[in-house]
């Protein structure tokens, strides 16, 4: 995970304030020097990018250190007492927490140094060497950032810099002293002991969202949520949520032809779902999955309309079921940046391939569309464009002012793509102050390989957490019917609720075709029901989840049932 994306879902999280749920995010950074806010120019030795890392300036305290693959970092946001002393204790209850995982882990004998944070190795040879540096911030009575461990780190990485401004002392590895923990067993031990310190034997919830789970995590009550349907099928059996074992033996993976999705199938498999188990792609849908087609007068008009200003909706290029109930209802969502995506997602239809230069005329004729149809509320999506160097930003924001100087009083929505989390690129989306910034998560931490393998769920919150601060209704959806349990659902609510998303929007997964991912199970109507009033109960203002429901599907009356956004304007 990036540590700009890091840090602002720590950021987000922390704002919640005290007596908000507490949270621990366990990660590996891509290659970055952190500089604290007591970090000297001349600590850091040479140019970042000649040794392919950047320079980030943190709010934490401390001086300049390394984090990078190899290394596990641990960011509690938690809520704890302030007052004298109250820092210092902290800072001790993390090294402590690292020097009992270490003494678990093979590693005995660490311990603190009086004059230095961290947790230490060596101490009495006369050449303590760091193993675990410690940068927490603690305000508010809530706190930030965390400490990085360094487990099989790249040590040659601290050799650019002064690490932690302490220039007479080294620093070491778990590798380097002899330990030989994968990054993965050192979760395990780390995320046990943090469990047992912080969760005071309240019901803790943890959800991985890469490959590193392992025969020690067993699962336990989350929020006493209601029992999740655990069987396949239109009249699945409710019951306890089967125990997802992610670290036995995969399940094998069926023989397929040409056309089948093997390494969709294969991520599938590692995620822990059996990828055999899946409903035929014929298999008939039940009653409360078909649309009825309508293409009367309203339908037709708006075709003409699309076609005649040559646009593209994603009702079409992602074969939406709600097609023939929104367009007759004169409401369309609008694809910006061409109809070809540079991603290839294991459950979307839209094209993927090279992508055509963008229209500069585009967001002018989305704007005489959105006149002719007289729409109240506009929604604008678009395709992944990775190819450009602000992901296409800038085509959202040409088309949010055209649609305003245009038609002043409409509502204008975006669902936007990650743009790769550049924060350059998402404020230029953020500036144009779309009424509501759409960004789908799509699927629990999970599943997110097998069913966007091109973003991630961390980027996600991040992209939220920072559409929340720049002062936007921020709003996300799901598919279900991949595999997941309810239980892994109510953590995303939690998640989404937690950095400030208002509404969220949870349909079933309908498969295009057979090239894509297979379909786990049919979820009937009054399990949607449930999702709904689970989501609402964790803090979500509009939760709008039915078999049919698609990120855009009623949009405005989702809108306009959220309280947020016709609440009096506050300063941010």
């Known amino acids: 995970m990036a540590y700009r994306d890091a840090h602002a879902l720590q950021r987000a999280l922390w704002a919640a304030g005290p007596g908000a749920d507490d949270w621990v995010l366990a990660l590996e950074h891509q290659h970055v020097y952190t500089a604290g806010v007591r970090t000297r120019a001349e600590h850091m030795l040479v140019d970042p990018a000649s040794v392919g890392a950047e320079l980030v300036k943190a709010d934490r305290g401390g001086d300049i250190t390394y984090h990078g693959p190899g290394q596990l970092v641990v960011y509690p946001v938690l809520s704890v007492p302030s007052g004298p002393g109250a820092t210092p204790s902290y800072v001790h209850e993390l090294e402590q927490l690292v020097v009992d995982a270490l003494a678990e882990l093979g590693l005995p004998g660490a311990g603190r140094l009086p004059e230095h944070p961290g947790v230490w190795v060596g101490q009495g040879t006369g050449a303590p060497r760091k193993i675990c540096a410690i940068g927490a911030r603690h305000s508010r009575q809530r706190t930030m950032h965390g400490f990085a461990l360094n487990v099989t780190t790249d040590m040659s990485m601290f050799g650019h810099i002064v690490p932690c401004g302490i220039a007479d002392k080294g620093v070491t590895s778990m590798a380097a002293e002899g330990a030989s923990a994968t990054v993965g067993e050192v979760v395990e031990v780390v995320l046990a002991l943090a469990a047992r310190r912080w969760g005071a034997g309240r019901p803790v919830e943890r959800q991985d969202a890469a490959g590193t789970v392992h025969a020690s995590r067993s699962p336990v009550p989350v929020l006493g949520a209601p029992d999740a349907a655990a069987a396949h099928g239109p009249s699945a059996p409710t019951g306890p949520a089967p125990a997802l074992d992610l670290a036995g033996p995969r399940p094998a993976l069926p023989v397929r032809d040409g056309a089948r999705p093997v390494r969709l199938l294969g991520r599938l498999a590692a995620a822990g779902v059996d990828p055999g188990?899946?409903?035929?792609?014929?298999?008939?849908?039940?009653?409360?999955?078909?649309?009825?087609?309508?293409?009367?007068?309203?339908?037709?008009?708006?075709?003409?309309?699309?076609?005649?200003?040559?646009?593209?909706?994603?009702?079409?290029?992602?074969?939406?079921?709600?097609?023939?109930?929104?367009?007759?209802?004169?409401?369309?969502?609008?694809?910006?940046?061409?109809?070809?995506?540079?991603?290839?997602?294991?459950?979307?239809?839209?094209?993927?391939?090279?992508?055509?230069?963008?229209?500069?005329?585009?967001?002018?004729?989305?704007?005489?569309?959105?006149?002719?149809?007289?729409?109240?509320?506009?929604?604008?999506?678009?395709?992944?464009?990775d190819d450009l160097y602000d992901g296409g930003a800038s085509g959202f924001a040409a088309t949010i002012e055209a649609i305003r100087q245009r038609c002043p009083s409409t509502a204008v929505e975006v669902l936007i793509s990650d743009c790769k989390g550049d924060p350059a690129a998402l404020g230029t989306i953020f500036g144009g102050r779309p009424d509501v910034l759409n960004h789908n998560v799509e699927t629990v931490p999970r599943l997110q390989r097998a069913v966007r393998p091109s973003a991630s769920y961390a980027r996600s919150l991040a992209v939220l957490s920072r559409a929340v601060d720049a002062g936007l209704v921020a709003k996300s959806g799901l598919m279900v019917g991949l595999g997941e349990t309810e239980e892994e659902l109510y953590g995303v609510f939690a998640d989404l609720a937690a950095i400030g998303v208002s509404i969220v929007t949870v349909g079933q997964y309908l498969r295009p075709s057979a090239s894509h991912l297979p379909v786990a199970r049919w979820y009937r109507p009054e399990e949607f029901e449930r999702l709904a009033a689970t989501g609402r109960r964790l803090g979500l203002a509009q939760v709008v989840a039915s078999p049919l429901t698609r990120s855009s599907y009623h949009a405005r009356q989702a809108a306009d049932l959220t309280p947020v956004l016709h609440a009096p304007a506050v300063a941010r």
Do not use: Y
């Open 277 to 385: 188990a899946g409903l035929p792609v014929r298999a008939r849908k039940p009653d409360w999955l078909r649309a009825s087609a309508d293409m009367g007068q309203s339908f037709r008009s708006l075709h003409k309309t699309v076609r005649g200003l040559g646009l593209t909706t994603v009702c079409e290029e992602a074969g939406c079921p709600n097609i023939f109930e929104c367009w007759a209802d004169g409401t369309a969502t609008f694809m910006i940046n061409g109809d070809r995506c540079t991603r290839s997602c294991g459950f979307c239809q839209v094209s993927t391939a090279k992508p055509l230069p963008l229209d500069p005329d585009e967001p002018a004729r989305v704007a005489e569309a959105v006149s002719r149809l007289g729409l109240a509320h506009a929604v604008v999506t678009c395709v992944a464009r």
